[in-house]
């Protein structure tokens, strides 16, 4: 997940102009947004002129007797001030609606990047990580995303246009107006890029912070069993303390080096002053001129201040929008293929299939063999033989990277993927619920599917029972907020979701572990039917499971060492027979006395 320090640096200004085209799909609002902004702009600009002439105007009128109307300046302000207000006052709500949008959209990328990105991705990638880099990272994007829009416009108009109004006004005072504005960006600049790698600790040192309190909140049963909470205390703890001197070295650096920034700048106005009012007196400058100036000066002091605000800004963004676009840009190692899922009950071919995770040993190697459809397959092998890897080959949860897997004579890899996900249905060794009605969570992979078709299939997995005795039957919600299921009822919601789907293909990963000896006959007659007609692939531990089996495919180490019938392969006395007499027992015997 880490990126080694140079491609940050190679990456930085691709990942902001990668964020910027998420307000690009808007060009209509932005162009809005811009315009409404140079028309505040301008205004401001306009207000000391009038300001200006109304002091040089008084002044002639004083000394030499010129009507004088104040009403008119006086009229005119006014009435600037209020286009003005308008314009800021129409401005917000573009600007808001235009920020929350592209931030919207960007979260959306984002979480469908999630979504479609193949379990290899998260087999590596830290949910903790994932979680703050869809919240604080796009958060972060808010700030920049104003400050592109408006902060900068902001700036680099006023600057500009400033210094050529005072320029214009008198070239000795538009000098030294350069000459304070010019080390003050500089000195900003500098100082913000100093910043930059602390701003990156900063960012890293938070996350780190984060994970701790993500893994203590998913393991808090742990913490507890163990009785660890003083130490997990301890460790947020000084996490905590890192972090937080961290960020204030980096904002103690910072606040105490702008103060000397905006002390340049402040030369700027005893020197007009001066120079100014020698002008004055000399008759080459109109004092409302000076005026003009001086509230020029006013005016831009704080967007001097602002550069810095702006940099720091850009700096933060610019990490997360390179941790975002990560994720956006992350390949589709898994692609659809374009073929309809063939007709027929699903015969299933691995062919000289191999497999292997990212970096290690093959987990599969040469595997092949053939199962007819609507036959059982139970797959045996010790724990980490691949029995688990070797079924997620075929609903393209992981890609071969040797031979093939056929379904009715086709690669998986050709056909689309959502019919061949919707066509084979697993049952995990973990089930997840969401946190939704149990209803909803049956229907999960056809949420269109009536109230009693979803009943149905809870009485064929044997849940409909109690599921009734629940506080609100069908409608009570599960998980986080609501009821906690035992891992058996769980496993039978899963059967239930299964049977709802209605698949060709059927994998059971270790499907009734859980569950009692009484529970799992009433599973096994409610699979059976379920298995009917349809190819499946049974991963058990269990004798009683492995009996009903049409074969058994027995794995060691990745390889198929032996395949036959229970009667046979017990008779041969192989390896099968080996775990038969070691592994394939009832629970009960753990105590039992050896
Ligand atoms: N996501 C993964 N990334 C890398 N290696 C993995 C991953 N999942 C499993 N492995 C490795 O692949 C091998 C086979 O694992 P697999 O989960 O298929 O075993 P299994 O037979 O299902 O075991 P069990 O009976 O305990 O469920 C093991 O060596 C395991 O460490
Ligand atoms: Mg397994």
Redesign the pocket.
Known sequence: MTVPATTVARMRPRSLLGVLTFLGRYPGQVALCVMLLLGVIAIEMILPQILGEAINGLRQHVQLGVPFAPSVYATLFVALALVRAGLGFLLGPVRNRLVQQALGDLRAALYDAIQRLA??YH??ANTGELISRSTTDVWRLQDFFFACLFLSFDIAASLVATVWLIFAVSTTLGWITLLTIVPTVGLIGFYASKLQPQWRNVHDLHGAMTAVVQENIAGVRVVKAFARENSEIFKFRGRKEIFLNALLDTVNYWAARVPFAQFVFGLSLPLILWAGGRQVIGGQLQIGDLAKVVFYLMAIGHRVGAVGQFTNIVQTASASAERILEVIHEPQVIRTGRRRFPAGNGAVEFDQVGFQ?????A??ADVTFRVEPGQTVA?V????????????LIPRF?DVTRGRVRIEGVDVRELDLRALRNSVSVIF?ETFLFSATVAENIAYGRPQAGRAEIEECARLAQAHEFIAELPDGYHTVVGERGVTLSGGQKQRIAIARAFLMNPRILIL??ATASVDARTERLIREGLRRLCRGRTTFV?A?RHSTVQHADWILV?K??RVVERGSHSQLLGAGGFYAAIVAQQLQPAADVLSPS
Do not use: C, E, M, W
């Open positions: 379990f290899q087999d590596r995770y990212r970096a290690g040993p987990s599969i797959i092998g010790p724990t980490g033989s691949g029995k688990t890897t070797l079924v997620n992981y060794q990963d270790d991963i531990h794995l180490a990745g």
